[in-house]
């Protein structure tokens, strides 16, 4: 019987090698040629036009090897990551990154534990990418994937692209939105935000002066712009998840962006992320968790302040989960 891991690397192989055919035939980027062959695994054909004779050939090929209506839904999707982080490094973007698997199975379990009371659950990525972290927490959330409605929201077509193909090749249903993410959103309020927030400024200065935590002087910064328009969004008593970076509050704009938070919700969790999850101190990253305000909607009786460990040292992990449902017992009754 084949290994999971024999598995993902021959699949990530064919998608590699069929990226790289089309890539040459179509004259385009790696990225753009794993959008074209991951919808042609999709839909079971070569849907390219230009493709040449050989082209053709060698691709049905490749593709008869695999059968992707059996291969296991996260074997995909890993594999999937791997050719997208192979392509990611042609075009290096800082705000691009893809958020790390282990990342998405602690979201994937603290999201699930803040949310059980809700029979269905609006959620939404407004900085989705190649849709990675709302595809992996739904894998998670398998046994209420009927109770969640997913909404992605980003600018980069080709990242849009690579997130629509990856959801439909795990079977995810995700509702995918082009756009700015600081223009004007057309989707109903939602219960769940969960965002790696890409750190950094943004240019439209005009447009950041409808927020709130506009900047004073100069640019305004993109994240603290997308917590607000999050906030916006999402329904009284919704929660917030958003990796941000640890000198959060240590920033010029960190006592408007305190203030802000205060006045429209509740922080219920600062957890500082592990260091070797990030290339360098200056990007590590910590999880923000914030109940937005509403009527009878109780503050914590304490923020939930803690360090995670690494969750390969499982001893430490499990004393992490228990001091966190110790958390929920005390402070969220």
């Known amino acids: 019987m084949t290994s ?16 790289v ?13 794993l959008a074209e062959t991951g919808e042609n695994m999709f839909q079971g054909s070569i849907l390219q036009d230009e493709v040449s004779e ?20 996260s074997i ?64 998670q959330w398998s046994d209420r994937s009927q109770q969640v409605h997913a909404v992605g929201i980003d600018l980069d077509e080709v990242l ?29 309020p939602v219960d769940l935000v969960v965002a790696d927030l890409p750190v950094g400024y943004y240019p439209n200065d005009e447009k950041a ?24 969004h999402t329904k009284e008593g919704g929660y917030l998840f958003f990796l941000v970076p640890n000198t959060l509050f240590e920033s010029e704009e960190a006592k408007k962006l305190q203030e802000y938070l205060h006045h429209e919700g509740h922080i219920q969790a600062f957890m500082q992320l ?9 990007t590590a990253k910590s999880l923000l968790v914030i109940q937005k305000k509403g009527e009878a909607i109780q503050a914590p009786q304490e923020v939930l ?3 995670v460990p690494s969750l390969s040292n499982q001893t430490a992990m499990q004393r992490f989960l228990a001091d966190v449902e110790n958390w929920f017992q005390q402070s969220k009754q």
């Not at 090929?61 to 839904?73: A, G, H, L, N, P």
Request: hydrophobic content about 40%; overall charge negative.
């Open 305 to 307: 302040l803690a360090k």
């Open 209 to 232: 002066k409808e927020f709130t935590l506009k900047s004073t002087k100069g640019h305004s910064y993109a994240h603290h712009l997308i917590m607000e328009q999050s906030m916006r």
């Open 160 to 188: 849009l692209q690579l997130a629509y193909v990856m959801a439909n090749l795990c079977q995810q249903p995700v509702e995918l939105v082009a756009q700015d993410t600081l223009e004007n959103w057309f989707i109903d």
């Open 21 to 33: 055919l089309l890539q040459n035939e179509l004259q385009c980027t790696y990225l753009e040629a």
């Open 274 to 282: 592990p260091q070797t999850l990030f290339t360098s101190e200056a």
């Open 54 to 73: 050989i082209g053709r050939k060698q691709l049905e090929k490749s593709y008869q090897t695999v059968k992707i209506d059996i291969i296991d839904k």
């Open 76 to 139: 995909i999707r890993k594999s999937f990551q791997l050719a997208v982080l192979k392509g990611m490094k042609e075009h290096v973007q800082p705000n691009h990154q893809m958020t790390p698997d282990s990342i998405g199975l602690l979201l994937g379990y603290l999201t699930n534990r803040f949310t059980t009371n809700l029979e269905t659950v609006r959620l939404l990525d407004p900085v989705v990418g190649t849709g990675n972290l709302v595809v992996s927490l739904l894998e």
């Open 4 to 19: 999971s891991i024999t598995q993902m690397e021959h699949l990530f192989q064919v998608f590699n090698e069929t990226t």
